[in-house]
């Protein structure tokens, strides 16, 4: 197959940041559903990425999640985004439980220079799904979370980049010594994102 | 963006900047490098800039001998110096907790005044349970639903008073009256939870033992026609009367009746004591609403009632008084006034007045937060949480195919049951668990908090 002619598989900055930002946008709202975070009558379900997903209808996390896509994404397109983590804490203590990481490496040539990629949308929709079904079944290995928690999202960008209004610089929100998995990747031949969860050791599981 | 990134090392080497610049750096490149390119001190790295200015020079200036190991020593370097150049963001506005938090509404709302929403208490928005209510009753002016102290609740059917425990959802009959003195107008509890009063159709009342299923004592007499409302003050039991009357019966002693209160000229469809015992508001079909005071009762002036609130303009039933404040009662309107009002008892002023869109059938204080519940009728038959005293809707709880006619809440008020025209009774878990006093409430979670203030 002759992908040249075909519009669709080429993929430009500007698409490859749209891209990538509703992906951000879809798996926040499904970590928050999984990890029952928010309740999950709060959620309703939507068709994407060929996978039933939920989006949640409380209008406070959703206009959250909404800004933070859209500035996710201007960064992306300005390729000065390295990484996203989404951290869970619990709500009484404000201790780091979960640390949702997506690493994201830009090609920096298609930044400078402009040029556009090839690679068709449903492969990376492929992609994509896989790591949605891994987040989906994340609950078989990820310690409960009995308690009132809350969440955040960190950006990790360029030092060089002016930090918006509505944002402040923030600490890593680290957890010690943790236990990591690691998702797939998903690569829009632009924007490389590996994802990566990190929580806190059960101390039960130890003994 | 640009502004920002004059601090790059980058765009130092600048290929894309504009050509004045371009030359300026080329000129300045070999010896100067980029020193003097530090906007502030907590970018300064003095390592690097050493690095900089020795060994990257040399390497440089031999570019063409540098050999592949010292180019990853320098970019492993590089990176590890690159750390101090990502730049860690978070939104300054957290997004909502998940959980109601009731201290929050003081502790964290003044610092952050941009947070729109409230940490919410979720609302279950379907019914927990359902029961069946054959021959329920559909009049808007009876009491037929009552949830004693013992968690028993008790409702009429027809000519039966039907007994549903709670703790253990058995179910059984207390009494079932004959048809010419049928059908059971109103059932109300005892404060004791153990005995119950049952008003009839053909104006008499029943003292029942829940715990015996024994009938104690008939009052007679009090009322011309129906009972369709009762409300006890500890041994008093008040019955208000399709007569209008209403009448103080003391339920321990042979002539019961002590006192009668004449003011409404049609049937008296709600009746409720404030917690203190101190006052009675009575509703009724005339659009009245009275509150008469035990101390005036007693002194039997010609006037008994303390005040006499006119602004519904329909029967009154929904009647509710506060459980924080204790001189606030809130009323509902029927079909034609579909308001909610709320008075200050001892003045008698009206407070506010909420256009709800529907009839207002019932009325219920959470014990444990600050909101009412309303149940409506025509057109969407829900119940609908509100916000006190912001009266803004929390929850709209449909289900029910007709209106909504009694509600009553468990002992330790977190259940409500409502039960409606369409023969069905609903347990909705509207009111939550009640918040265990929590320790003083952490001055805020977030770390950063502090920062908002900044403008």
């Known amino acids: 197959m002759a992908s040249r002619t075909a519009a669709k598989d080429i993929i430009t900055l500007r698409g490859s940041a749209a891209i990538v930002s509703e992906f951000f946008g879809y798996a926040a709202n499904s970590i928050l559903y999984n990890r029952g975070v928010y309740p999950e009558e709060s959620f309703v379900k939507v068709k994407k990425y060929g996978l039933p997903m939920l989006l949640t209808e409380d209008e406070g996390v959703k206009s959250f999640i909404t800004n933070l896509t859209a500035q996710l994404s201007e960064w992306l397109e300005a390729g000065k985004l390295q990484r996203v983590v989404l951290v869970i804490m619990s709500k009484a203590t404000n201790e780091v439980l979960e640390r949702w990481n997506f690493s994201i490496e830009t090609d920096s040539e298609v930044v400078e220079k402009g040029v556009s990629r090839e690679k068709s949308d449903k492969e990376i929709m492929r992609e994509i799904q896989a790591i949605m079904r891994q987040i989906a079944s994340s609950i078989t290995y990820l310690p409960c979370l009995d308690e009132p928690c809350v969440f955040d999202v960190l950006a990790y960008t360029d030092k060089d980049v002016a930090v918006p209004f509505t944002w402040i610089e923030s600490d890593p929100k680290l957890i010690a010594n943790p236990q990591m998995v690691k998702l797939h990747s998903f690569d829009t031949k632009i924007h490389k994102v590996d994802t990566l969860v990190s929580y806190k050791n059960d101390d039960w599981d130890e003994q | ?455």
């Not at chain 2, 004059?6 to 894309?16: C, I, M």
């Not at chain 2, 009762?230 to 208000?240: Q, R, S, V, Y």
């Not at chain 2, 009728?377 to 195919?401: C, D, R």
Request: net charge neutral; charged share 20%; proline share 5%.
């Open chain 2, 1 to 455: 963006m640009d502004a920002g990134s004059l601090n790059s090392f980058s765009n130092l080497k600048g290929q894309s900047r504009c050509p004045l610049q371009e030359q300026l750096l080329q000129r300045r490149n070999s010896k100067e490098n980029m020193d003097r390119f530090i906007p502030n001190r907590s970018a300064m790295d003095f390592d690097y800039a050493h690095y900089m200015l020795t060994e990257g020079r040399k390497v440089k200036e031999n570019q063409t001998v540098c050999s592949p190991a010292r180019e990853a020593y320098r970019k492993q370097l590089a990176e590890t110096l690159n750390m101090n150049r990502t730049r860690i963001l978070a939104f300054k506005n957290k997004p909502p907790t998940p959980v109601e938090l009731f201290p929050s509404e003081h502790s964290t709302s003044s610092v952050h005044p941009t947070k729109s929403a409230k940490p919410r208490r979720h609302i279950p928005q379907s019914s927990e349970r359902t029961l069946d209510a054959p021959d329920l009753v559909d009049d808007f002016y009876l009491n037929l639903l009552d949830w004693g102290s013992s968690n028993v609740l008790a409702i009429a059917l027809g000519n039966t008073v039907y007994l549903w425990d709670a703790s253990d959802s058995s179910t059984s009959e207390l009494v079932t009256v004959d048809d010419e003195n049928g059908p059971v107008t109103s059932v109300s509890w005892a404060p004791d939870g153990r005995h119950i009063a049952i008003g009839l159709n053909n104006s008499e009342v029943q003292l029942w033992d829940s715990a015996s299923n024994r009938q104690l004592r008939t009052l007679r007499g009090c009322h011309r026609s129906r009972v369709g409302s009762l409300a006890w003050n500890n041994h008093i039991l008040t019955t208000g009367g399709i007569d209008g009357q209403i009448v103080n019966n003391d339920v321990r002693i042979r002539s019961h009746v002590v006192e009668t209160y004449r003011g409404h000229q049609q049937e008296v469809c709600g009746l409720k004591w404030s917690a203190s015992g101190q006052q009675l508001a009575s509703g009724g079909n005339d659009n009245l609403v009275h509150i008469w005071d035990r101390s005036m009762a007693s002194s039997n002036s010609p006037t008994q009632w303390l005040h006499r609130l006119e602004d519904h303009t329909s029967a009154v039933k929904a009647l509710a008084w506060c459980p924080f404040q204790s001189n606030l009662l809130a009323t509902g309107g029927g079909g034609g006034d579909r308001t909610i009002k709320f008075w200050n008892t001892h003045t008698g002023a009206c407070l506010n007045s909420v256009d709800t869109g529907s009839q207002v059938c019932a009325l219920l204080w959470n014990k444990n937060e600050r909101e009412l519940l309303s149940s409506h009728g025509f057109t969407q038959n829900q119940l609908v949480l509100w916000k006190y005293p912001s009266m803004v809707k929390m929850a709209e709880l449909t289900g029910h195919t007709s209106r909504v006619l009694y509600m009553a809440q468990s002992p330790d008020g977190c259940t409500v049951a409502s039960a409606a025209g369409d023969e069905t009774l609903r347990f909705w878990n509207v009111f939550g668990v009640p918040e265990v006093a929590k320790p003083a409430p952490k001055a805020n979670p977030e770390p950063f908090s502090q920062l908002n203030r900044i403008r």
